[in-house]
């Protein structure tokens, strides 16, 4: 049997032979093939474009996801940053006051509390008197040698007077603060807090099926041992997104908590929480 093409119209010609031709089925059929042609490229030019706009659409979908998560990761290094700036570091005051009474001195021999040593290491200033040496001489017994007036005069005396901190009251301890000098900070930094927001997120159907998107911004406080309690809403953008900002913010693990003057301290912390449709 003869192979024939389908695509040509030379079939066409073979089944017509020694027929009428003008008749409407010749010509109907004679452009069979090239019909068959164009339905043929036409199939291929439609999945090749929808494979490019499927990966055109991944690309901006991968790109939109990055971008928002850059903006996440700036807008906290702004906070930050704003927060440390207003930082005020209080120095503790040490003070010392030497009283001296300089008009009339009376000679003073310094006390050496008794120290076993070698003879070789003990400096003449530092040995110890004799009981007779000490009633012999009118000079009494102060913190250091002083060369004055034997018969009147006080003796010269050394005062030191440092300043503490206070206790802090139960009230202050309760403190929240706002700014402090190490602000809290999450275990990793940005990124890794980034990373567990967004695996950690479960976008709430209702507000999926309506198309809600937005920035929800919330407020907590950073305990003394790094746990996280009072996570509220700030800023709202639906009740779905908030309930679920919340769950996820305070199920967070423990950050390490912000110091003040070198103790740990309650801080308060602000923290963008973005839902973005893809």
Not at 90 to 112: H, I, N
Not at 214 to 223: K, Q
Request: a neutral charge.
């Amino acid at each position: 049997m003869a192979k024939i093409d389908l695509i040509s119209g030379s079939w066409t010609d073979l089944v017509f032979e020694n027929r009428n031709q003008t008749y409407g089925a010749y010509v109907l059929r004679k452009g069979t093939g090239r019909r068959n042609v164009i339905a043929i490229l036409s199939v291929i030019l439609l999945a090749i474009a929808c494979q490019i706009g499927l990966t055109l659409k991944n690309i901006a979908d991968e790109a939109a996801a990055r971008r928002a998560a850059m903006d996440q990761v700036t807008e906290l290094s702004a906070l930050e940053q704003k927060k440390e700036a207003k930082v005020e570091r209080k120095e503790v005051v040490k003070q010392e006051q030497v009283q001296r009474v300089v008009e009339k001195v009376k000679s003073s021999v310094k006390f050496t509390a008794p120290v076993i040593k070698k003879d070789d290491e003990v400096k003449p200033e530092d040995e110890l008197k004799t009981q007779d040496e000490l009633m012999s001489s009118k000079a009494a017994i102060g913190t250091f040698d002083v060369k004055g007036n034997d018969e009147s005069g006080e003796v010269l005396k050394a005062k030191e007077v440092i300043a503490t901190e206070p206790v802090k009251p139960k009230e202050e301890e309760n403190k929240v603060f706002d700014v402090v000098e190490q602000m809290p900070s999450y275990p990793g930094g940005n990124g890794a807090l980034m990373q567990y927001l967004s695996s950690h997120i479960k976008y709430p159907v209702i507000a999926e099926e309506n198309g809600i998107q937005g920035r929800v911004i919330c407020t907590f406080v950073v305990e003394r041992d790094g746990s996280i309690t009072d996570v509220r809403i700030a800023k709202s953008v639906d009740p779905s997104l908030d309930k679920e900002a919340m769950r996820v913010v305070s199920s967070m693990p423990k950050w390490i908590p912000g110091k003040q003057n070198g103790s740990a301290v309650r801080v308060k912390y602000t923290l963008p929480v973005t839902f973005r449709l893809q």
